[in-house]
RNA sequence: GCCGGGGUCGCCUAGAGGCUAUGGCCGCGGACUGCAGAUCCGCUCACGUGAGUUCAAGUCUCACCCCCGGCUCCA
């Protein structure tokens, strides 16, 4: 059983091999911090946060690396439109990035090397190319030369001959071919500026992310991930640099995730339809905007809206129900017949090992909650195996796909709890249903659920 | 125009040649229950259209009809 993962390079899946056995480099591009984090950058880094966890579940020793894009044009533009400082602007929305992604339960990366932390080693990669010949300086700007590469447009389809002709290229008087594209950008009147060889200026888009994985990995990625907007230029530009570069394969596999739309329209700034990841915690649980993220293949397109979901908030309410079931059987006196993982763990990890096929493997949890439920409600199941059930949950929902974790939850004294619940059991008893109703919905309202079963109440936390 | 991805139950979502087509949500019936919740059991004739290949086709081929994305702002 192999992992096979899809390869924008190739456009098929291939059997994953990283240059050094059970180890992998992985970069993925990280936002550019100007402006909060929206529903599909969660859409993108959960998918690799996944990714990255099942590599980790399959015993690779994972070395994840993401960048911030902390400076480029759509900064500057803001900046020139609030009158705050655009490394100000940067540093606040990376804050905002890590609140957002920590409760959304993204593990943090092992770097997050930043653009403007970079000028040095992005000036030196420049140099390299200018030696080498695949890069030119026209009046303080300096662009890489397409031409120099033969095979440029091979990781995104691209038709080089077609985008000459065509009319969406825009005319640069500095560049000597259109499909050039700057490696470093000459300073201009009010924008951030570094000193460079060319003289004040600021690097290109393409660079940063070729010059801090070359530092940070080496020359050749095993996994490169990002948007599938970022195939076309980014990454075919960061392909055509790094390799004139290092003369070297840059990334082994490409991947890439789909787009999220609102209710069937692209998102974007014009349509005013951008949904935050913040304004989403306002309604909804990260297990729940986890879970719906996580219940269509990466690859796929998702389509947010509403009613979707409310859907993911029931369905994986199901799989947390299960799990507090299973919790607390465990701590009864069951006996009975024992309950194998095995086959639910093989058919996960097949499920995984297909390009990383997430709905199928939330089928696979979803039979056994379905399996283990039943035993448990039939008290046909042995302690060993619900210890094993849970273990099972929790390594496969929890540490792979991210969506079982603690919360940490205000203090609260649990004694008095009990205490309003033996009170409410005796008014139970004495079928003074008005007030133990009451007690029960007060306690609704401020996340605590109560469900009485013949066993007795129990409680837990509830989040919508 | 060029390149790419799709159309599977009421809705969402897997499956890519072969036993009764995955899982979820909703709906209906039942068990349990003071109610609620949770859970369990059962039910509900889903593969865009038309040809072809094959003993066998959601699954391969061709044609057609629709939908979506990219083509230097974008995760």
């Excluded at 801090?212 to 948007?227: N, P, R, V």
């Excluded at 392909?239 to 890439?256: D, I, N, P």
């Amino acid at each position: 059983m192999s992992l096979k993962l899809y390869n924008t390079l190739t456009n098929q899946k291939e059997e994953f091999n990283p240059i050094e056995k059970n180890k992998v480099r992985m970069y993925v591009c990280g936002p550019t911090v100007y402006d909060k984090c929206h529903i599909g950058h969660a859409r993108c880094y959960i998918a690799f946060d996944v990714i990255r966890r099942y590599l980790e579940y399959c015993g690779h020793d994972v070395t994840f690396v993401e960048n911030f894009t902390d400076v480029d044009d759509k900064l500057i533009r803001k900046s020139n439109e609030t009158g705050e400082d655009p490394f100000e602007i940067a540093e606040r929305n990376i804050g905002d990035y890590f609140r957002d992604m920590d409760a959304l339960n993204v593990k943090r990366a092992d770097m997050y090397p930043r653009a403007t932390q970079h000028i040095p080693d992005m000036i030196a990669f420049i140099e390299r190319l200018l030696e080498k010949g695949d890069a030119y300086v026209a009046d303080g700007d300096v662009y890489f030369s397409v031409e120099k590469v033969a095979d440029y447009g091979r990781l995104s389809g691209v038709n080089v001959e077609q985008m000459k002709a065509g009319a969406r290229i825009a005319v640069d008087e500095k560049k000597r071919d259109p499909l050039d594209f700057a490696l470093w950008k000459k300073a201009k009147e009010g924008e951030p500026k570094w000193e460079s060889p060319w003289g004040e200026g600021r690097p290109g888009w393409h660079i940063e992310c070729s010059a801090m994985s070359l530092k940070h990995l080496g020359e050749t990625l095993d996994i490169h991930g990002g948007g599938q907007d970022l195939i076309f230029p980014h990454h075919e530009n960061e392909m055509a640099q790094s390799e004139a570069c290092s003369g070297k394969q840059f990334v082994r596999y490409w991947l890439h995730n789909g787009f999220v739309t609102i209710r069937e329209e692209k998102m974007s700034k014009s349509l005013g339809n951008i949904v935050s990841v913040e304004d989403l915690l306002q309604e909804y649980s990260p297990e729940t905007l986890r879970y719906f993220l996580v219940a269509s293949y990466y690859r796929k397109p998702i389509d947010f809206d509403e009613d979707a979901l409310e859907e993911a908030k029931k369905a994986v309410a199901r799989l947390l129900n299960t799990v507090d079931l299973v919790k607390e059987a465990r701590q009864g006196d069951f006996t009975g017949e024992s309950l194998s993982t095995d086959h639910y763990r093989q058919q996960f990890q097949e499920a995984m090992n297909d390009d990383f096929n997430t709905p199928a493997a939330l089928a696979v949890l979803f039979e056994l909650a379905r399996d283990v439920n039943r035993r448990i409600e039939e008290k046909n199941v042995d302690k060993e195996s619900l210890e094993n059930v849970l273990n099972t949950f929790m390594e496969l929902g929890g540490d792979v796909l991210g969506l079982f974790f603690e919360v940490k939850h205000e203090e609260f004294s649990e004694e008095l709890l009990e205490i309003l619940i033996s009170v409410r059991e005796q008014v139970r008893k004495k079928n003074l249903w008005d007030i133990s109703d009451t007690i029960r919905d007060r306690l609704r309202e401020i996340g605590i659920a109560l469900e009485d079963t013949p066993e007795g109440t129990r409680w837990k936390f509830v989040r919508d």
